[in-house]
């Protein structure tokens, strides 16, 4: 494993933490009841939910990391990305739009931008499932605690939480008065202004009110458009009642509005000097024929239709190449009602959390993420967004039994999901000369490039020497260079998705010192897909016509391979004026089991060891792109209509069986757990792009060799028989997590997480077999994406007295510390990211009782550089002839890669008062 010398600084750093690793800060707990403050008397006490009951974090029987209020506030944490600083098996991402943020527990989460997958790492706020993770990336408000819970989550988190799931509480109201505020101003003219009031309205009805306004210039430039983009602007409101007649019913009820109207996200090139494997690939050719070995004739033709060289090498440069007229700008909305009731029956407690929620979000973009204009999503609110309308019920009754030896809970859940998707994705205006250049460039017609020319080749020979391919084939080459702003004029999938589950968790005390826990869920899940489409790209149909019999029975090899080089440059992603008014229909239904088995044993009052099984589930569901439905080089006449590839778009379910082994320790100001863990995904769905299109396959193991099948650049190689068919990926290794508070006013924490995520070595596509698509053949025997093997976090806080009139100091750092790891799906090795280390810091005085706050913060403290995510930039791929190819180190040919960059270093001050 190969580890850059910062993960000596996060090394020293844990060091200095007494190598003391927390992902349990809270002192928190049922936020239906007090809140943590209140309830908990030990300060060392850690209170959480975990199991649907307020336990001590030392009695749970869970992985789990828990981080407070305060520890949130010191981190900067405004939304769920900055968890990971605090829990190092976290690690979330965001790609093309800040809406579709991707969490990951211990390696593994969903991939990818599309909606019709849901989270592996399911995000609920004060108990209401959301729909996608994404969601979290905004502002949360007063937050009196998060759970990050490791592992499946199969019997009370449900049907999406096959990796883990966040757990986000709010404060909820009070009965005595109170307020505060913070405003906060920082370098790229960051402006963050936040309050929150409570109090009672009468003896028995408390509310509490929150707000937050945020504003920030984007942290990329775009000189051509004369904008930054991945700015922020943004605001959030929350109210709450809280109702309590008497001592056995509480009923809290929850109403809150997110709105955004932000540009994002840019994207820059990866070059040689970030990422050693791309080498020459961002070279142009020189000469173009023959194609040099050491150059890329895609840029070529790039350069030659406006795209700056320089910006094929900006290394971390934030300057972006957008073109004319296009944009990143996208709005968000997001709002919901929930109402909590509780009430105690005597012998049972029964909860019941209803809720309804509305998200829609649309993001533009320039998709091809330079400055010719190829493909792009125009800015149309009516034609380009996803929205969710979602209802929930979950219902729980809860009590003791047989004398307090049996702590049992039955429940039941609902949900009714309506996802809207509107798409208007389009060819740009020189998409037409770009595709006839890439053509041309990349092969034996070389030597007529010509990018200033009707079909990009030079006046007199090129069409003559066109012509002698056939005439068919010259006019195909006619239509595909007047290819322009032709696409999508909107396509729409409506999905609704109706789940029920039934539950159970119990916990037997068999001894004082020995449980067992016993859990199991049945959920039913049930989609149905309705979706048409509009395009009025007429120029595949034409092309189809014209050179469809050329690319399937020519008797020239050279003829066969121009004309489905011209059909699937016409008709990429299924874009196709043959779709225009047409529509599909689908529905898919499951069911499952899942559960979990705990033995838990406290050897001392202190120590508390267990083992555990648990079996976790992600519904199956729809690929929401038209791209799947078939292979673009043939017509869907050809393939018995659009209907009757409907079953292209289906996936299976995602099952993991996982066990762990752990223990935790903890006695006064120490605390001290370790975690063996070990989890088997079969069916695991993986979304990626292969600069085309978006593939969704269900990724299975073989249990017999498949021969090097499974590797090579075939697609009828590598299956496997139904009958050997198993688990896929396998994460696997050991968590450490400790905090110790010698003081009152001095805390280290840090955490440890040694994981291998792999892909087994023989991989299949399906559950019956079926070839792995070849896109994916570096993913056999290797690491997963996101999912580095070593990642340590640490934080130091140190709050002391100045002087005698109450006033206090704050210094505080934190940092996270990952080993490399490859950020792109299919593990292309261009798209790997080197270790490095990201440090926060807070210093500041207080007054007394904390009454008012003046802090100086700054976040990513060495301006580290690093990619969130990688990806081949789409339909910018060359020639594929050597050395470009899969023997040396280049397994994607000439096809270019961009990436998406994590946050610079950013700094400010901010003031916060209390009464």
């Known amino acids: 494993m190969k580890m850059s010398s910062t993960l000596g600084l996060g090394v020293s750093v844990v060091a200095l933490s007494l190598v003391s690793i927390t992902p349990a800060m809270a002192q928190s707990t049922d936020p239906a009841d007090a809140t943590a403050e209140e309830q908990v008397q030990d300060p060392g006490e850690i209170v959480v939910m975990a199991q649907g009951r307020a336990q001590a974090l030392a009695d749970v029987p869970v992985a789990i990391s828990a981080v407070n209020a305060e520890a949130l506030s010191n981190s900067g944490a405004n939304d769920i990305r900055q968890l990971n600083q605090l829990a190092p098996s976290l690690i979330v991402s965001s790609s093309g739009s800040e809406a579709n943020g991707s969490a990951r527990i211990r390696g593994i989460g969903t991939v990818g931008d599309n909606p019709g997958l849901e989270s592996s790492v399911p995000v609920f706020i004060d108990g209401v499932y959301r729909s996608r993770s994404g969601i979290g990336l905004s502002e949360l408000g007063e937050i009196d605690r998060v759970e990050v819970q490791r592992g499946p989550q199969g019997t009370l988190g449900g049907r999406n939480s096959s990796a883990g799931l966040i757990s986000i509480y709010s404060k909820k109201p009070q009965f005595q008065f109170g307020a505060n505020g913070e405003a906060t101003y920082g370098n790229y003219d960051f402006v963050r202004v936040g309050g929150s009031i409570t109090g009672p309205l009468s003896e028995t009805l408390a509310a509490r009110f929150d707000g937050v306004y945020v504003r920030r210039d984007g942290f990329l430039t775009d000189p051509e458009n004369n904008v930054d983009v991945n700015n922020r602007n943004r605001f959030f409101v929350r109210g709450q009642l809280l109702w309590e007649p008497n001592s056995d019913i509480s009923v809290r009820l929850i109403g809150d509005y997110t709105w955004r109207d932000e540009r994002c996200c840019g994207a820059i090139y990866v070059d040689k000097s970030v990422n050693p494997y791309i080498g020459n690939l961002n070279d142009p050719s020189t000469p173009l024929s023959p194609l040099s070995a050491t150059g890329n004739n895609i840029i070529n033709v790039l350069r030659d239709l406006g795209q700056p060289l320089a910006g094929f090498n900006p290394g971390y440069d934030r300057t972006i190449y957008v073109s004319p007229g296009r944009t990143f700008a996208g709005k968000t909305k997001d709002y919901g009602f929930s109402g909590e009731v509780k009430w105690d029956l005597g012998g049972a407690t029964l909860t019941s959390i209803t809720a309804y929620r509305e998200y829609r979000s649309g993001q533009a973009g320039d998709v091809d993420y330079n400055a010719v204009d190829i493909l792009y999503r125009a800015n149309d609110e009516d034609k380009l967004y996803r929205q969710f309308h979602t209802f929930t019920q979950e ?106 589950a039934l539950f159970t968790h119990n916990i037997f005390h068999i001894t004082d010192k020995l449980d067992l826990t016993l859990g199991v869920r049945y959920t039913n899940d049930k989609k149905d897909l309705g979706a048409n489409f509009g395009n009025d790209n007429t120029v595949c149909t034409t092309i189809q016509g014209l050179v469809t019999d050329e690319a399937s029975s020519s008797p020239s090899a050279t003829v066969r391979a121009v004309a489905g080089g011209l059909i699937g440059l016409a008709c990429q992603g299924n874009s196709t004026a043959e779709l225009n008014g047409v529509a599909i229909n689908s529905k898919r239904s499951e069911d499952e089991w899942t559960g979990t088995a705990v033995l838990s044993y406290r050897p001392t009052d202190d120590l508390m060891t267990y083992a555990s099984y648990s079996r976790g589930y992600k519904a199956g569901g729809f690929n929401l792109d038209r791209s799947a439905l078939k292979s673009p080089t043939r017509t869907f006449a050809s393939q018995g209509g659009a209907q009757a590839l409907v079953g292209n778009l289906q996936f299976d379910p995602e099952l993991v069986n996982s066990y762990e082994l752990g223990a935790k320790y903890a006695t006064g100001p120490f605390s001290l757990s370790a975690t063996l863990f070990r989890s088997d995904f079969s069916s695991f769905q993986l979304n990626t792009f292969n600069g085309s299109v978006f593939l969704v396959q269900n990724v299975n193991g ?134 490095f280390s990201v440090v926060n810091a807070r210093v500041g005085v207080r007054g007394p009782d904390q009454k008012w706050a003046l802090e100086f913060w700054v976040q990513n403290l060495f301006d580290k550089d690093y990619a969130q995510v990688a990806f081949n930039t789409s339909f910018q791929a060359g020639g594929a002839g050597a050395p470009f190819t899969d023997a040396g180190n280049y397994p994607g040919g000439r096809q270019l890669f961009s990436q998406f960059l994590g946050e610079p270093r950013t700094y400010g001050v901010t003031l916060r008062g209390k009464f």
């Open 395 to 500: 219902l729980r009754l809860q009590g003791e039994a047989f004398d307090g030896k049996l702590d049992w809970l039955v429940g039941g859940f609902y949900s009714d999901e309506k996802l809207t998707v509107r798409d208007n994705l389009r060819f740009g205006t020189q998409y037409g000369r770009f595709a006839t250049c890439r053509l041309v460039s990349g092969g034996g017609l070389a030597g007529l490039y010509s990018p200033t020319n009707p079909s990009c080749v030079a006046p007199v020979v090129g069409p003559a020497t066109l012509a002698t391919l056939g005439a068919d084939v010259a006019a195909a080459f006619t239509a595909l260079d007047g290819l322009n702003n032709l696409g999508s004029t909107g396509d729409e999938y409506r999905q609704h998705g109706k789940n029920w």
């Open 702 to 835: 073989c249990a017999t060799d498949l021969n090097g099948g499974d590797r090579d650049a075939s697609a009828t190689t590598g299956a496997c028989a139904a009958g050997d068919v198993s688990w896929g990926v396998r994460s696997e290794g050991v968590e450490l997590e400790t905090s110790l508070v010698p003081a009152q006013n001095f805390r280290v924490a840090a955490g440890l997480t040694y994981a291998k995520t792999k892909y087994r070595s023989d991989l299949v596509g399906t559950n019956s077999g079926a070839p792995l698509d070849p896109a994916l053949r570096l993913l056999p025997g290797n690491t997963m994406s996101n999912a580095p093997e070593l990642v340590i976090t640490s934080s130091f806080s140190w709050t002391p007295d100045l002087g005698s009139n109450g006033h206090t100091g704050l210094i505080y750092v934190d940092s996270r510390t990952s080993s490399d790891y490859n950020t792109g799906s299919d593990l292309f090795p261009q798209k790997e990211q080197d270790a």
